[in-house]
């Protein structure tokens, strides 16, 4: 079955740029979506259709595709930042990545 | 602006049943397809279900297949998860979510599944 693989954790000072990757055999053949997920709260999709921002999500959040990996980029990152993320998979089983925690320190 | 409400959740024995509801406004129901998307304490998210608008399509997880089922009462604006045979794997956060083109774009608050003996 079709998976994707994220990092458990990747950590970012204030200001920097955050990325965070995502790979998947077949992730090519399909669209990407990222989520975020503060504690206690629910998941806020970020980017969708690989690249594309929701309204209301700031401009520092970006997302690219090359080859088997996706990559969600947060450019200067701030604390409030700080949350898990998770990509996503359009195929037949909508599979999410494990997650990663973006740790702003 | 696009509300989702769930409810149904508590504590269950396993093997138990237990329906999930959740309640929908600020678009117009039957036009959108709408998913279960579940997440086991301290876990990561999992798709367990979608729905068609007209309910005439519905697909599952493998995890979950043939022990639960999606509906939607399109005149109540309401979506539902029936779930029977549950399983202790089966605990976790259930949420509803709307979909808008290859994406999530809406989630309820959630409603918490406890499966324990």
């Known amino acids: 079955s079709f998976e994707l693989t994220q990092p458990p954790s990747v950590s970012v000072s204030p200001g920097q740029t955050a990325n965070i990757p995502c790979s998947g055999d077949?992730?090519?053949?399909?669209?990407i979506c990222w989520y975020q997920q503060r504690p206690g709260q629910s998941p806020v999709l970020v980017i969708y259709?690989?690249?594309n921002r929701p309204s209301g999500i700031p401009e520092r959040f970006s997302a690219s595709v090359s080859g088997d990996t996706a990559t969600l980029t947060i450019s200067g990152t701030q604390p409030i930042d700080e949350a898990d993320y998770y990509c996503?998979?359009?195929?037949?089983?909508?599979?999410f990545g494990g997650g990663t925690k973006l740790i702003v320190l | 602006e696009v509300h989702l409400l769930e409810s149904g959740g508590g504590l269950i024995e396993p093997g138990g049943s237990l329906r999930l509801s959740c309640a929908a406004s600020?678009?117009?129901?039957?036009?959108?397809?709408l998913s279960w998307i579940r997440q086991a304490p301290g876990k990561g998210l999992e798709w367990v279900s979608s729905?068609?608008?007209?309910?005439?399509?519905?697909y599952y997880a493998d995890s979950v297949k043939g022990r639960f089922t999606i509906s939607r009462d399109n005149s109540k604006n309401t979506l539902y998860l029936q779930m029977d045979s549950l399983r202790v794997e089966d605990m976790g956060m259930y949420y509803c979510?709307?979909?808008?083109?290859?994406?999530?774009?809406?989630w309820g608050q959630g409603t918490l599944v406890t499966v324990s003996s």
């Open positions: 729905i068609s608008g007209s309910g005439g399509n519905t």
């Open positions: 996503q998979a359009w195929d037949n089983t909508r599979v």
């Open positions: 979510a709307k979909p808008e083109g290859w994406g999530w774009h809406s």
């Open positions: 259709q690989d690249t």
């Open positions: 600020g678009f117009i129901f039957g036009d959108y397809a």
């Open positions: 077949k992730l090519g053949e399909t669209f």
